[in-house]
């Protein structure tokens, strides 16, 4: 909901496009803004941080042409991989060419190819990181044995490249590999398969009413360390939706592990995650009253969380939030 703070009411709808997706694609990811931006608890959002909505606006109108409050329809991300390098977002926008090419130009270290009539543009993506932390390190010098400051420093010298491909007047597709990017135009473009037309587990339980939606599959292959990696490992399948339904926001998640000891086990790790952010929340009754409606189930190998709750209550748990970041 975080993305309706910039996203006012916008001119027709954009749900999940399956010719958008790669046939091959892993995972994907998508937000619906047109759908998003129609939502009640949306405009409770912007009515609460309305100098931040405005900014924002202001911000995207001056540097990208967009006006935030017709031009967004959608944002898909996908991969098939769970490789950093082959993910691909697609944003479908009214957008100014114009002011795009020339932000995009104005980027230190740019590089321009062409290729099939279209202009890919290169540059590398730490070099504001790295000249940031340049700024900020003369001031840790003292630390220099800390081992975080040597990891950051670390971090700070990756030298990794981005990708930008302005496909036509309303569609911008963006990655981190040349590869990926090229790629993703020739399934825009009709030059390689989509997920249109296959009966895809990653579009298999799309919910009406669904503004923002992710799914993925073979978890088993995911490499990356972390909290959640090697849990998420353990499961074939995952899938979460977000929306609004008769004044009402749901929120979604299932979970198909790879056999009925491991949902057995997940079960009680959602549960114990739900507990958490009620004893988190306990001195804010409007949270805590919305956090009461959260529904956990097992069946088999499949673990589903479920959450339904009122918009004017889910505004005044905001309203108490705000007021919390104040004190």
Known sequence: ????????????????????????????AHVDFAALNDTKAVREVRDIWPKK??????WMQENYGIDTRE????????????GKDDCVVVLKSNYSE??????????????????????????????????????????????????????????ADKSDRVAWVL?????????????SLKDAVETLEGHAES?????????????????VYAAAVELDSISHEGAMFPLLRQHKRACYALGEKDGELFDELKLVARNEKVAEKMEKVVEGYAAA????????EPMSKMLENVEIEQDNATVKTCWNGDVDRFAEALKDCKKNMKR
């Open 53 to 58: 909505t405005e900014k924002a606006r202001e």
């Open 1 to 28: 909901m975080a993305a309706g703070l910039i996203l006012p009411a916008a001119v027709g709808a954009g749900p999940l496009n399956p010719k958008v997706v790669s046939a091959d694609a892993k995972w994907v």
């Open 71 to 82: 031009d967004f329809e959608s944002a898909t991300a996908y991969g098939s991989s769970y």
């Open 195 to 211: 997920l249109e037309g296959k009966e895809s587990e990653l579009t298999a339980d799309i919910p009406d009413n669904a503004v």
């Open 277 to 284: 952010m009620k004893v988190m929340f306990i001195d804010s």
């Open 98 to 155: 114009d002011k795009v090419h020339s932000r995009i130009e104005s980027q230190e270290d740019v590089k321009t190819t062409e290729w099939r009539g279209h202009k890919i543009y290169t540059c590398q993506a730490s070099k504001m990181k790295s000249k940031h932390h340049k700024a900020d390190s003369n001031d840790e010098k003292k630390d220099a044995s800390s081992s975080n400051h040597k990891s950051d420093s670390k971090w």
């Open 167 to 179: 496909v036509d007047d309303e569609t911008i597709v963006y990655s981190k590999s040349v590869r």
